[in-house]
């Protein structure tokens, strides 16, 4: 018994340095993709500048890879084609039809001026960027907005605050019923 007891250490010590072998390649060969999703999708810095007035809202990085929840047109005179996008808890409210919209909520409208397609006459394509418009839903943080923070940037940068001022208003007189958002999901 004696012999097989050093087989059996020699066994040991094999396995635990393959396994710590496979650990290794495992660990370097994901790690260049875990780092650069770790980057990709986390929170870009920003400064204080980055964010609205008010109420501290900045634009989340990674929003154009969001999911569609709906287009829409606005009229003269503003003439703007829009689409709203939604981080995922947003999506799966909308999909489960959940009102209110759980905190961590993030709806992003997107917005350009309306133009006539070079190559189709009819058709209307987006031309400039006009605004980008956040919504994100802290029921603690904005419990004087109906949960909602608000932000509206042009160029990247935050409107004044005047501007910021407007945002409960409307959104309390005209969308209340369906938790201060106005966008539905699109069919």
């Given amino acids: 018994m004696t012999i097989a007891e050093p087989e059996k250490k ?4 094999t396995t635990m340095i393959a396994l710590t072998v496979v650990v290794l390649v495992v660990l370097l060969t994901c790690m260049p993709y875990l780092v650069t999703i770790a980057f990709a999708e986390g929170p870009a810095e920003q ?27 606005e009229a ?3 003439d703007e084609l829009r689409a709203v996008v939604g981080n995922q808890t947003a999506i799966d409210a909308y999909q489960a039809g959940k009102l209110p919209f759980p905190d ?14 070079p190559e189709f006459a009819s058709a209307t394509i987006p031309g400039a960027a006009t605004t980008v ?12 907005t109906g949960g909602w923070g608000f932000g509206r940037f042009v160029n990247g940068k935050p ?3 005047a501007q910021h ?11 209340k019923s369906r938790d201060y958002v106005f966008t539905r999901l699109a069919p």
Avoid: N
């Fill in 47 to 73: 400064s204080a500048a980055d964010a609205s007035p008010i109420f501290g809202v900045t634009i989340p990085a990674g929003y154009k890879r969001w999911e569609l929840i709906a287009p829409a047109e």
């Fill in 133 to 144: 418009q956040v919504m994100v839903k802290d029921s603690r943080k904005y419990a004087a």
């Fill in 165 to 175: 001022r407007t945002c409960w208003g409307c959104h309390e007189a005209r969308a």
């Fill in 76 to 78: 003269a005179p503003l």
């Fill in 104 to 117: 961590g909520t993030i709806l992003v409208k997107r917005a350009w001026k309306r133009k006539q397609s």
């Fill in 159 to 161: 409107v004044d605050e």
């Fill in 10 to 13: 020699k066994s040991l010590y």
